[in-house]
C-alpha cells in the first residue's frame, strides 16, 4: 500500500519553474543589493574612522585644561574645543546625507523634486 504525503512546500510544485524565469530579475537585485552594501561598508568605516578621531581629540582636552594658566586660556581651549567639534560633526553629517542621497540614486529613489515632477497635472497629491 501506497500511503501519499501532502507537500510541505508553500508555493506547490511550480517555484522551481518561478525562480528559472525570474533569475535574471534575482541577480539584478543581488548586484544591486551589493552595491548598496559596499556604499554602506564604507560609511560605516568612515564614520568609525571619524568616532576615533573625536574620541582622540577629546582625550587630549584634560591636558590642555591642565597646562592652563589663566581663565582666558581656558575659555580658549573650551571655546577651540567646541568649535572644532561642532564643524568636525557638521562636515561628518553632510558626507552622511551626501552618501546616502547617492544610495539612494543608484536604488532609483526620486528626491522631492523629481517626485514632483513625475506627479500628473491637476493631482490633489499634498506635499509635505
Known amino acids: 500500500m501506497v500511503q501519499q504525503t501532502q507537500s510541505t512546500n508553500f508555493f506547490g510544485s511550480n517555484l522551481d519553474g518561478i525562480m528559472k524565469a525570474n533569475a535574471h ?61 561642532f564643524n568636525d560633526y557638521s562636515e561628518q553629517a553632510k558626507r552622511v546625507i551626501d552618501t546616502m542621497g547617492e544610495i539612494g540614486l543608484e536604488q532609483g529613489v526620486l528626491t522631492h523634486e523629481e517626485e514632483a515632477d513625475s506627479a500628473p497635472k491637476g493631482s490633489s497629491k499634498k506635499s509635505n
Open 25 to 85: 530579475n534575482v541577480e539584478d537585485l543581488a548586484q544591486s543589493y551589493s552595491a548598496f552594501l559596499q556604499k554602506l561598508g564604507k560609511l560605516n568605516a568612515e564614520t568609525m574612522s571619524f568616532c576615533a578621531e573625536r574620541w582622540k581629540e577629546e582625550m587630549e582636552v584634560p591636558a590642555k585644561i591642565a597646562q592652563s594658566k589663566a581663565p582666558e586660556d581656558l575659555a580658549e581651549v573650551y571655546s577651540g574645543f567646541f568649535l572644532k567639534m
